[in-house]
């Protein structure tokens, strides 16, 4: 085990057989040293700087049925919601006069938004606020379209692979393509995106050689951000019942994923915080390095569903600002509300 974790911390590399021994393993003394070494080799590149994003979740449409999530097409009970452009603008405001220069649209996959609104959207944002970084995270589109919006300013796209398994995937995935989400993840990357992928900790079925796969995903691709977090049951679901993941597991995945590809932007994600209090500070603490706190307007937040209980859904933007910041500031790193781009881009506004 000594020589994996040289290995991972040296060359930043192991392959799938030493991944899948590594994971079972694992001690509770060697987890707490894969997590400082993951901290260690975050600051290597980012310093002690978290970075925040202001997330507005503009609608909860969504055409798709991923089995796991809370807004898929067949919860008849979702209460429906979409925000006018007014609306997400005014988002983006409150958030801008908070201090965000960092600002990610999320949705479910609402072809309401089509490609010319969502070019006015990001349009009027970047005329507004020039030096903001804007970040997608909309779903799956057509080439065309990622295009369109890249040229309109876009900077970012979020778009989790979930599984690269390819039998995981479609078992979770009814009526959507394996090959369609790697596509659209190269095709935003060779557009020019900083791009995001990740996965969830914890789906049924999800096997360590499940999560090897993952990880050897991320290191192929090399994305300018990785999403990992827990997958939280929601009880709308086919996946009801399921067991879900643990921050426990899922810290060991941020902290393997830092020391596999050590310059990647990682958010501590708000499953994090629903499943413990204090599971974005252990998330930082194991190499992540954003946050994103909620800017959408409280009367949606509950409705934006992917999983109960979510944390964050009660208090305005400004509180959720500074609650943050005090965990942050509180755990001993520094706030950095800039734009925060990947360490190898210059896309200058
Ligand atoms: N619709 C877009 C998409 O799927 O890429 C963006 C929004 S989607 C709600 C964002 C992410 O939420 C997904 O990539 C998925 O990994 C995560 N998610 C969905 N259901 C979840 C659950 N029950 N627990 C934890 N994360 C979940
Ligand atoms: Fe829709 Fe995204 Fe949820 Fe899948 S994960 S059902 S695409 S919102």
């Known amino acids: 085990m000594e020589g994996l974790l040289g290995k991972l911390v040296e060359q930043n590399e192991l392959d799938q057989e030493e991944i899948v021994y590594f994971l079972q393993h694992l001690t509770p003394e060697l987890k707490v040293r894969l997590f400082d070494l993951a901290a260690q080799t975050r600051k290597l590149h980012y310093n002690e700087n978290v970075f925040m994003r202001g997330l507005i979740e503009f609608s909860n449409f969504c055409k798709q049925d991923c089995l796991y999530c809370g807004l898929r097409r067949s919860n008849a009970a979702a209460e429906r919601y979409r925000l006018t452009e007014k609306e997400i603008l005014e988002c983006a405001e409150e958030g801008y006069r908070l201090g965000y220069r960092s600002f990610v649209l999320q949705s479910g996959e609402d072809f309401h938004f089509t490609e010319a609104r969502m070019v006015r959207l990001v349009t009027s944002m970047k005329i507004r606020f020039p030096e903001a970084a804007i970040t997608l ?9 990622y295009r369109a919006l890249f040229d309109a300013g876009t900077d970012r796209y979020l778009l989790r692979h979930e599984a690269a398994s390819r039998s995981l995937y479609q078992s979770l995935h009814p009526g959507m393509s394996y090959d369609n989400r790697v596509n659209c993840l190269r095709t935003l990357k060779k557009i020019g995106y900083q791009v995001g992928a990740g996965f969830m ?10 999560l090897a796969e993952d990880l050897l995903f991320l290191k192929e691709l090399h994305p300018e951000m990785i999403g990992i977090g827990p997958f939280i049951p929601h009880s709308a679901t086919p996946l009801k019942d399921a067991q879900g993941g643990t921050v426990e597991d899922t810290l060991v995945m941020i902290a393997m994923a830092r020391l596999l590809i050590p310059d990647a932007l990682m958010p501590a994600t708000t499953a994090m915080g629903t499943l413990d209090h204090t599971g974005r500070e252990k998330a930082l603490a194991a190499g992540s390095n954003v946050v994103m706190p909620i800017l959408s307007p409280l009367s949606v937040r509950r409705k934006y569903a992917l999983y109960e209980n979510k944390i964050c859904t009660g208090d305005e933007a400004s509180q959720c600002r500074s609650c943050m910041e005090m965990r942050i500031a509180a755990a001993g790193y520094k706030i950095d509300l800039t734009r ?9 506004p």
């Open 137 to 145: 995270s909309i779903g799956e589109r057509s080439e065309a379209f």
């Open 340 to 348: 925060g781009d990947h360490c190898s881009f210059n896309r200058t």
């Open 201 to 210: 900790v914890g789906l049924p079925g999800q096997t360590h050689e499940h």
